[in-house]
């Protein structure tokens, strides 16, 4: 079993800054991928970004130059950076990991809002 806990979501104004973290404990594969979701009300869960543990990154169109995803394989740990914020990009961010692209396992979530 895969336990994924994240951290870092909260209240930011527009233009702000948010980073967002996630550890993975459990079994995880040495080759995985781990990736952030959301989900705003209303609306589909969606991919935000991930990233292979070899390095390949796969993006949002909505968040390309905004956004960036990294990872610390020894910590197995992966990061979300969040610039330039935009009041849309509020929803709950939920972490993943999986042996391909498609995730296997899912956080609790985390809570991102971006409001004046």
């Known amino acids: 079993q895969v336990q994924l806990v994240e951290s870092g979501g909260g209240l930011v104004q527009p233009g702000g800054s948010l980073r967002l973290s996630c550890a993975a404990s459990g079994s995880i594969l040495s080759i995985n991928v781990m990736g952030w979701y959301r989900q705003a009300p209303g609306k589909e869960r969606e991919l935000v970004a991930s990233i292979h543990s070899l390095g390949s990154t796969n993006y949002a169109n909505s968040v390309k130059g905004r956004f960036t995803i990294s990872r610390d394989n020894a910590k197995k740990t992966v990061y979300l950076q969040m610039n330039s914020l935009k009041p849309e990009d509020t929803a709950v961010y939920y972490c993943?990991?999986?042996?391909?692209?498609?995730?296997?396992?899912w956080g609790q979530g985390t809570q991102v809002t971006v409001s004046s």
């Open positions: 993943t990991t999986g042996r391909g692209w498609g995730p296997d396992y």
